[in-house]
T-cell receptor, first 113, second 113 residues
Framework: AQSVTQLGSHVSVSEGALVLLRCNYSSSVPPYLFWYVQYPNQGLQLLLKYTSAATLVKGINGFEAEFKKSETSFHLTKPSAHMSDAAEYFCAVIEGGSEKLVFGKGTKLTVNP | DAEITQSPRHKITETGRQVTLACHQTWNHNNMFWYRQDLGHGLRLIHYSYGVQDTNKGEVSDGYSVSRSNTEDLPLTLESAASSQTSVYFC????????????FGPGTRLTVL
């Protein structure tokens, strides 16, 4: 069964610093991978998704992620953190043969001034 | 604009009571999903539907039920609320296809006393 592991439940960066949120997946078939963001007291919003086209995927708010099959990874990056990026980020994979998402446990990003 | 709404946004109930959480989408999506979000667990799938009259159990379906009588609505019922069901509940919808984005509602915070 497909699954995702997010390394680090909490990540703290300074404003202007690089943001790197890690996600590794487990899948026996080429996966479809997603990153969602959740701001406090809100629902989830799609940041970006990988659907087997380009391996470097650009999303909203300056985020991007690179699909690396050899490393089974789909890490999320942003070159320069902004205070408004403080949120919880979820990596997810489509369960094979279905249209269901399997989520990681999330990484809470704190941005310090 | 199309949207997905949930009601109520907050609910306090007592152990043993039946509770129904509403989810309504105007995207005309075939797929609808219910998740619960708990600290340390991320989002876990409760029930899902791929169309009218179709319902399926997810990862944590015990104590919950859904019915799909039209495209727009997928109400979630807790037959006999338990304290373990205190959580934040999210509804989502997507069009048909594994790569389609799931759009999330704002969530319902349920407290069972």
């Amino acid at each position: 069964a497909q699954s995702v592991t997010q390394l680090g439940s909490h990540v703290s960066v300074s404003e202007g610093a690089l943001v790197l949120l890690r996600c590794n997946y487990s899948s026996s078939v080429p996966p479809y991978l997603f990153w969602y963001v959740q701001y406090p007291n809100q629902g989830l919003q799609l940041l970006l998704k990988y659907t087997s086209a380009a391996t470097l995927v650009k999303g909203i708010n300056g985020f991007e992620a690179e699909f690396k099959k050899s490393e089974t990874s789909f890490h999320l990056t942003k070159p320069s953190a902004h205070m408004s990026d403080a949120a919880e980020y979820f990596c997810a994979v489509i369960e094979g043969g279905s249209e269901k998402l399997v989520f990681g446990k999330g990484t809470k990003l704190t941005v310090n001034p | 604009d199309a949207e997905i709404t949930q009601s109520p946004r907050h609910k306090i109930t007592e152990t043993g009571r039946q509770v129904t959480l509403a989810c309504h989408q105007t995207w005309n999506h075939n797929n609808m999903f219910w998740y619960r979000q708990d600290l340390g667990h991320g989002l876990r799938l409760i029930h899902y539907s791929y169309g009218v009259q179709d319902t399926n159990k997810g990862e944590v379906s015990d104590g919950y039920s859904v019915s799909r009588s039209n495209t727009e609505d997928l109400p979630l019922t807790l037959e006999s609320a338990a304290s373990s069901q205190t959580s934040v509940y999210f509804c989502a919808s997507s069009s048909t296809g594994s790569t389609d984005t799931q759009y999330f509602g704002p969530g319902t915070r349920l407290t069972v006393l």
